[in-house]
């Protein structure tokens, strides 16, 4: 039958935890065991040693050996019982050089022959160890024993008995292993409040889930239309998924790095940063219109998702168009029908001559326009587009020129992007210019080589020198937004797409009052300046 082990991440790494400490805790506590083992032996050693040293040392020992004959009841016996009692050794031998004990704790080994080598304490030379003699395993210690001229006459070997130092180990155990259970129990509850701040962040998943998370994650992420930018506390991209590297173009290696480094100062940075709040906040990148939504996380970043909205954005400007192409056929059709009545009335008047010069005048205002435009502007796509906002300016009241000097070849590398420009700039100098006295809007586009220029002049209220650079700020606005998409786009877009082409978008004072609007788009022409272009005979 299989065991299975704990799945969850808490339960793993608390069972591994407490696997550490414990075997941590045992391996310190039989590595100190051990060392202390050691230094109790080398204690009892020692201790033997000194005496068997302080035995060699009375005179009377050395003079027994020599003088008296080994018995039970000798003086040398009698002496180093005594010794033997007050010091609480094992034993205390003292013999001869030929190794015949002299005292012994059992009297009946007196006068035999010791049952250890004593060749080395016989030689000279005092000596430590852990050995077994006829009393047991103890604790030894032998010195040479010499007479008052320093001749070695014998040896003097003390023991302790080595259950007495393992008692004294034994006797330490309790306590070192109260020492170590308390360790145990602080390492465990560590280990506990550990994996249980584990827990909460993994929110109990076994690693098998997580794996499959991180997978699913990046499938998703990687997988959806929309982009994702995660943030850390500190500012820096945590993550960018494909379709946020498109939109915003960023590279996969730019993750880890500061938003500060890998995005241009502007309204985009600023709301990905937090700097900017609300919901479906719109911004400009590299000529696209954006709709970003940032939600913080709980550990101090964020991770905002981005949408691309620039192709609904040019259908809610076609919208527009639509709408005010509508109301100016609305107008022309009211328009229309009265001039129809003030036909026929010269004509039931009999007025035919009066009739006549009416019906040519009233056709030949909106030809002269179509002609004029058609005339200086050469792509059919832009004179489409001044001709209906011709006619729609016509029905708010306002003129809208060509100036004399406008002279643009059908040559553009891409129309649309002039006509979302000049389709932007004449949408707010209209606005701008309605209601104002003698309203007039004045368009010139003029090519120089390969580089389009556009101005567009308007007779409304001016732009004060403060906000002639917050206007071309994304969401910057003094309309009330229209129900199907809101504003504050139009300038900014205008920008980027002048920054793109490596131009510019600027604002002055107009002579007289007003606003004149210079966009600067450089290779915004095909082909040489000089020769021929496609539309210029006529």
Do not use: C
């Amino acid at each position: 039958m299989r065991i299975r082990g704990p799945r969850r991440v808490f339960s793993q790494v608390l069972l591994a935890q407490l696997a550490t400490v414990t075997g941590a805790v045992a391996l310190a506590t039989g590595l100190f065991l051990a060392a202390f083992g050691d230094e109790l032996d080398d204690q009892a050693m020692r201790r033997a040693l000194a005496i068997a040293r302080a035995v060699a040392a009375e005179p009377r020992f050395a003079e027994g050996v020599q003088t008296t004959p080994p018995s039970p009841d000798g003086p040398v016996q009698t002496a180093a019982e005594r010794v033997r009692r007050a010091t609480g050794a094992g034993y205390v031998v003292v013999m001869d050089r030929r190794g015949v004990r002299w005292s012994h704790p059992a009297p009946d080994r007196v006068g035999r022959r010791v049952s250890t080598d004593p060749g080395d304490a016989l030689a000279g030379r005092e000596v430590m160890e852990i050995d077994v003699g006829t009393l047991g395993r103890s604790a030894r210690g032998k010195v040479p024993l010499r007479d008052g001229t320093g001749r070695i006459v014998g040896a003097v070997s003390v023991g302790i008995a080595y259950d007495d130092v393992r008692n004294g180990l034994l006797y330490a155990v309790p306590g070192l292993l109260a020492y170590a259970s308390g360790a145990l129990a602080v390492g465990a509850l560590a280990a506990y409040l550990v994996a249980r701040r584990l827990r909460r962040r993994t929110h109990d998943l076994s690693f098998s889930d997580i794996s499959a998370l991180l997978t699913e994650r990046e499938a998703m992420l990687h997988g959806i239309r929309e982009g994702v930018v995660a943030l850390d506390g500190r500012g820096r991209v945590r993550l960018v998924n494909d379709e946020a590297q498109r939109l915003l173009d960023l590279r996969a290696e730019d993750a880890g790095r500061p938003l500060e480094e890998i995005l241009p100062p502007g309204r985009t940075r600023d709301v990905l940063a937090g700097r900017v709040t609300g919901s479906d906040l719109l911004a400009v990148s590299g000529g696209r219109v954006l709709v970003v939504n940032r939600m913080p996380t709980g550990d101090g970043g964020a991770v905002a998702t981005l949408r691309d909205r620039t192709e609904l954005e040019l259908l809610s400007r076609e919208l527009d168009g639509t709408r005010g192409l509508i109301d100016a056929l609305r107008a022309q059709d009211h328009e229309h029908a009265n001039r129809l009545h003030a036909l026929l009335g010269l004509l039931e008047l009999g007025m035919h001559q009066e009739a006549l010069e009416f019906l040519a005048g009233a056709v030949g205002v909106h030809r002269t326009t179509a002609e004029q435009v058609a005339e200086r502007v050469h792509d059919p796509l832009l004179a489409a587009l001044l001709v209906g906002k011709a006619t729609v300016a016509a029905e708010r009241g306002v003129s809208l020129r060509v100036a004399p000097d406008t002279l643009l070849p059908d040559r553009l590398v891409d129309s649309r992007d002039l006509v979302t420009v000049v389709g932007n700039l004449v949408d707010n100098a209209l606005d701008a210019a309605a209601g104002s006295r003698e309203a007039r809007v004045e368009v010139a586009l003029r090519a120089e080589g390969r580089t389009v220029v556009l101005r567009v002049s308007d007779t409304g209220p001016g732009v004060p020198p403060g906000r002639r650079e917050v206007i071309f700020t994304e969401g910057w606005t003094l309309k009330e937004a229209p129900a199907h998409r809101p504003r504050g786009i139009g300038l900014a877009l205008v920008r980027r797409l002048a920054e793109r082409y490596g131009g510019g978008a600027t604002v002055a004072d107009r002579e007289g009052g007003g606003a004149v609007f210079t966009v600067v788009l450089p290779d915004a022409l095909t082909g040489s300046a000089d020769g021929p272009a496609h539309g210029d005979a006529r």
